[in-house]
């Protein structure tokens, strides 16, 4: 664009440094582990773990997630001696925080969030390579076996995450292994799971997730479905089992393109499903068509417990694998800001990029899941506006792509000079480039979820789950952009200039 005078062109201002173009890609990821335990000795390598011994599962582990999983500083804790419990039997939270989220996703700690987000996308989400697994004999998972009478789910750690929860959820930081009775796929889906009793679990899949598509064809068929839980799985593919990847591709052939080997699995005795060897603890069982119980209230990510008490199918347990000293990864949702929102935003951020692209929207050059709303519920697209209507398209792709389209609420795009990761700059672009009248569009009858806490109780009763969208768009309008006013703000050389004379005044 031309500007007639000699303002800095606001075009091409960044405001506070905006996210634009790709990452370099001169880092080479590298995965350190492929199991919780390897994970874990990295993560202590990093000075960043603090063991405790000696709290309940009834409520003080509980209560230290609630603190550490606000406070993106806050430490990974593993509980040991649990009263109660397997002898040796411990609980890990807050792996994604610190140094150790980085190192979780295989790059360099000094990569910023927005940086490692970028390098994630580049690197294993741009183009998703798949490797398969490779079936062996046996494997850690196999040291410990409860089966028939033996089995006895509430010996494993699972806590009482919040005062709230009508009971002990042992999936939260896990992920359900299920195949596609048509198509014969295996999904893997992070989903939650609370004990009932001593053999019977409980699980709750909103509608249109894979797993739930899986489900309900089982039931269509009046067919069992066969199930197995990862309960302390290796930290990517927990990431990969709540992320929304592809329908049709298998986060186990996912997880293995990231590792770059296949993932060792055991067909598993109960049901043939494909068990990670190198898993802490895997559940396998089956659910019975029309078995139900009530399950929740569970405080969930949007920070309330608004799916309350429903009937949900129960998974009859058959056989629980262990390796000698069991850790259960737990993953518990927190009001946001949370571990949840940080990990999903950095992963999400980068899918939904990807969506956008590959729907094929040009000039997208940033985007970002935020965290306060747990990486769905707002979303921000910076692009670089190359023609009318470009805005819009961004803005109804992003909020209808497979990573926006569940559960969102408000997307906003920006031009490029705003860093869609900093809400002050994304919602300072909305308060100033953005007109109520004329700017917002209204999305009805969207996909949502029972979770979804702004549905009205009367639909939520008779089913009616869908909710509306806005698409917000906030940036200068197209057709007098060059006209917008030029921002207070100094060019990029003016800044270089003001640092290099006045830095030392803001030195301590
Ligand atoms: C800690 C955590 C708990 C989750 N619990 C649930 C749940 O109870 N039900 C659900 O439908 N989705 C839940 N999700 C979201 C799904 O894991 C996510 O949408 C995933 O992409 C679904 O995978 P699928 O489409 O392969 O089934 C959870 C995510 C996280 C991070
Ligand atoms: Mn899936």
């Known amino acids: 664009m031309k500007r007639k005078d000699a303002q800095p062109d606001p075009m091409s201002t960044p405001i506070g440094g905006a996210v634009t173009g790709r990452a370099g890609s001169n880092v080479a990821p590298h995965l350190a582990y492929h199991d919780l335990r390897k994970w874990l000795e990295e993560a202590e390598k990093l000075g960043e773990v603090k063991t405790v011994k000696n709290l309940s599962w009834e409520q003080d582990i509980g209560m230290v997630a609630g603190m550490a999983l606000r406070d993106e500083s806050a430490p990974c804790f593993v509980f040991e001696d649990i009263p109660g419990t397997i002898k040796g039997s411990r609980v890990l939270v807050n792996f994604f925080g610190g140094k150790r989220k980085n190192m979780t996703l295989g790059f360099p700690t000094d990569l910023s969030k927005v940086e490692l987000s970028e390098e994630f996308r580049v690197h294993f989400m741009s183009n998703i390579?798949?490797?398969?697994?490779?079936?062996?004999?046996?494997?850690?998972?196999?040291?410990?076996?409860?089966?028939?009478?033996?089995?006895?789910?509430?010996?494993?750690?699972?806590?009482?995450?919040?005062?709230?929860?009508?009971?002990?959820?042992?999936?939260?930081?896990?992920?359900?292994?299920?195949?596609?009775?048509?198509?014969?796929?295996?999904?893997?889906?992070?989903?939650?799971?609370?004990?009932?009793?001593?053999?019977?679990?409980?699980?709750?899949?909103?509608?249109?997730?894979?797993?739930?598509?899986?489900?309900?064809?089982?039931?269509?068929?009046?067919?069992?479905?066969?199930?197995?839980?990862?309960?302390?799985?290796?930290?990517?593919?927990?990431?990969?089992?709540?992320?929304?990847?592809?329908?049709?591709?298998?986060?186990?052939?996912?997880?293995?393109?990231?590792?770059?080997?296949?993932?060792?699995?055991?067909?598993?005795?109960?049901?043939?499903?494909?068990?990670?060897?190198?898993?802490?603890?895997?559940?396998?069982?089956?659910?019975e068509p029309d078995n139900e119980r009530v399950e929740g209230p569970f405080g969930e990510w949007t920070g309330y417990y608004a799916s309350d008490l429903r009937p949900e199918p129960v998974l009859d347990i058959k056989a629980i694998y262990y390796r000698n000293d069991p850790i259960l990864l737990g993953c518990p949702p927190e009001r946001p800001?949370?571990?949840?929102?940080?990990?999903?935003a950095v992963v999400r951020s980068a899918l939904l990029r990807e969506n956008i692209e590959k729907a094929g929207v040009p000039a997208v050059t940033a985007a970002w899941a935020h965290e306060v709303g747990s990486a769905r519920l707002l979303l921000a697209v910076a692009i670089n506006q190359r023609y009318p209507g470009h805005a819009k398209q961004a803005g109804h792709i992003a909020t209808m792509c497979h990573v926006g389209a569940y559960c969102g609420r408000y997307t906003i795009v920006v031009d490029d000079d705003i860093d869609v990761s900093n809400l002050e700059e994304v919602i300072w672009a909305m308060l100033t480039r953005s007109d109520p009248a004329t700017s917002i569009d209204i999305i009805r009858n969207a996909w949502s979820t029972p979770l979804d806490p702004r549905i009205e109780p009367e639909r939520k009763a008779v089913g009616d789950n869908s909710n509306s969208r806005a698409i917000i768009d906030a940036c200068r309008p197209w057709h007098w952009r060059d006209k917008f006013p030029a921002v207070n703000a100094p060019t990029p050389e003016e800044r270089t200039l003001a640092l290099r004379k006045f830095s030392h005044l803001f030195e301590s």
């Not at 999904?187 to 909103?206: A, P, Q």
């Not at 709540?242 to 052939?253: F, K």
């Not at 800001?337 to 999903?344: A, L, M, V």
Request: with cysteine; proline share 9%; glycine share 14%.
């Open 129 to 287: 390579k798949r490797i398969p697994p490779k079936y062996v004999e046996t494997g850690p998972v196999m040291q410990n076996v409860m089966s028939g009478d033996d089995v006895n789910v509430m010996k494993f750690p699972a806590p009482q995450w919040h005062h709230g929860d009508g009971g002990r959820y042992i999936g939260t930081g896990s992920y359900n292994i299920t195949r596609d009775p048509d198509e014969g796929w295996i999904n893997c889906g992070t989903y939650r799971v609370m004990i009932h009793d001593e053999k019977s679990l409980g699980f709750y899949i909103s509608p249109g997730k894979h797993g739930r598509q899986m489900r309900d064809k089982y039931q269509a068929r009046g067919e069992r479905m066969p199930v197995a839980i990862v309960c302390g799985g290796d930290p990517m593919s927990f990431l990969m089992g709540c992320s929304e990847v592809p329908y049709g591709m298998s986060e186990l052939d996912i997880i293995g393109g990231i590792r770059g080997t296949p993932v060792d699995v055991i067909k598993g005795p109960v049901t043939g499903l494909p068990l990670p060897a190198n898993a802490e603890i895997v559940i396998e069982g089956f659910v």
């Open 337 to 344: 800001p949370d571990e949840i929102g940080r990990y999903r």
